[in-house]
């Protein structure tokens, strides 16, 4: 099974910072790899899709970029709504796979 | 507007059983595969089932193939998910998400707590 490591765990960031979450995964694998952003009693919502494509409504300070194996999330200036925890999620072949997370906090 | 609303979760014993259910609204149900994603207090997403458009591709995570059963109704716009031998580990708060590849859309979660 292909694993999808998340880093980092936990980051400290002041709003206007860059951030930068990364999910690497255990093998080659497709583009087919999604990014989330989930809030405390809310329903996640899906910010990339395809490694790079923004989804619709989403601001454009969220981009997604891929390298081999390693996948990137970018928040070019961290705003207030943006502290929050991502996931990153990979599919293949009928097999899905979620990052363990990243929570973003107030520096 | 696009809406998923999950219910049915509550306290049930190790063994029991339970259904859930994912009511939707807002799009076209018959033409959008769907999902069940967990997440236990404190911890990560975990992806749980998938169905297709028809129902007739199912897949399961390895943690609850054999005890759980995804299912869905066009005609009533309705997903559900029956869980049987409900173990401990199992107490998550339950997602049905709209997708295949990815998830687009997301209900609120209903919360099922398995303990004696």
């Known amino acids: 099974d292909i694993q999808m490591t998340q880093s980092p765990s936990t980051l400290s960031a002041s709003v206007g910072d860059r951030v930068t979450i990364t999910c690497r995964a255990s093998?080659?694998?497709?583009?087919?790899l999604a990014w989330y952003q989930e809030k405390p009693g809310k329903a996640p919502k899906l910010l990339i899709y395809k490694a790079s494509s923004l989804e619709s409504g989403v601001p454009s300070r969220f981009s997604g970029s891929a390298s081999g194996t390693e996948f990137t999330l970018t928040i070019s200036s961290l705003q207030p709504d943006d502290f929050a925890t991502y996931y990153c999620?990979?599919?293949?072949?009928?097999?899905?796979?979620f990052g363990q997370g990243t929570k973003v906090e107030i520096k | 507007e696009v809406q998923l609303v999950e219910s049915g979760g509550t306290l049930v014993q190790p063994g029991g059983s339970l259904r859930l259910s994912c009511a939707a609204s807002g799009f076209t149900f018959g033409t959008s595969e769907f999902n069940w994603v967990r997440q236990a207090p404190g911890k990560g997403l975990e992806w749980v089932s998938y169905?297709?458009?028809?129902?007739?591709?199912?897949y399961y995570a390895d943690s609850v193939k054999g005890r759980f059963t995804i299912s869905r109704d066009n005609a009533k716009e309705s997903l559900f998910l029956q869980m049987n031998s409900l173990r401990v580990e199992d107490t998550a708060l339950y997602y049905c998400a709209r997708g295949w590849r990815y998830f687009d859309y997301w209900g609120q979660g209903t919360l099922v707590t398995v303990s004696s």
């Open positions: 169905i297709s458009t028809s129902g007739s591709t199912i």
């Open positions: 093998q080659s694998i497709s583009s087919w």
């Open positions: 999620q990979h599919y293949s072949s009928y097999s899905w796979t």
